[in-house]
């Protein structure tokens, strides 16, 4: 009996100090998307669209917002435009003035991108009455 026990607990010793054979992974192959290229005038207008939209509620604004400050660009002043009307349209004053903390946060080291913007969306920002970061002195803390 401990004959047996014996011989089972050495052949399960040596199974493990048996070295096992090692399975190599098949090399990954790349699996490109063969959609349709969106061009920047199509980028473009999906997002005005969006954003122009009349029953825009808030939780699309800032859904919508997040989903294209995520991409690795800083939108277009007519992208910004429809956001800031869309803001205007719900009354929501911290949302436009956080869209243009955004874009100046994403404009990163580029000093010259922010300006221009705020240059091209001024009339915009007098017509709806939004004032820049810069102007409510936020810009600072």
């Known amino acids: 009996m401990f004959r047996a026990v014996f011989r089972l607990s050495a052949t399960g010793a040596r199974s493990l100090a048996r070295s096992r054979a090692c399975y190599t992974a098949p090399l ?20 005005v ?26 939108p277009e002043a007519k992208i910004l435009e429809s956001a800031l009307r869309a803001c205007r349209r719900l009354n929501d004053l911290a949302s436009a003035v956080r869209i243009l903390e955004a874009v100046k946060d994403k404009a990163g080291p580029h000093k010259d991108i922010y300006p221009y913007l705020i240059q091209e969306l001024k009339p915009t920002l007098s017509e709806l009455g939004i004032s820049t970061p810069e102007e409510l002195g936020i810009d600072k803390l």
Do not use: Q
Not at 28 to 47: I, P
Not at 54 to 71: C, F, H, Q, S, V
């Open 49 to 74: 669209t969006y954003f122009s939209k009349p029953d825009i509620d808030a939780w699309e604004l800032r859904k919508g917002m997040n989903t294209l400050i995520g991409y690795d660009l800083v």
């Open 28 to 47: 990954a192959s790349r699996c490109y998307s063969h959609g349709k290229v969106e061009s920047d005038e199509e980028f473009d207008a999906r997002w």
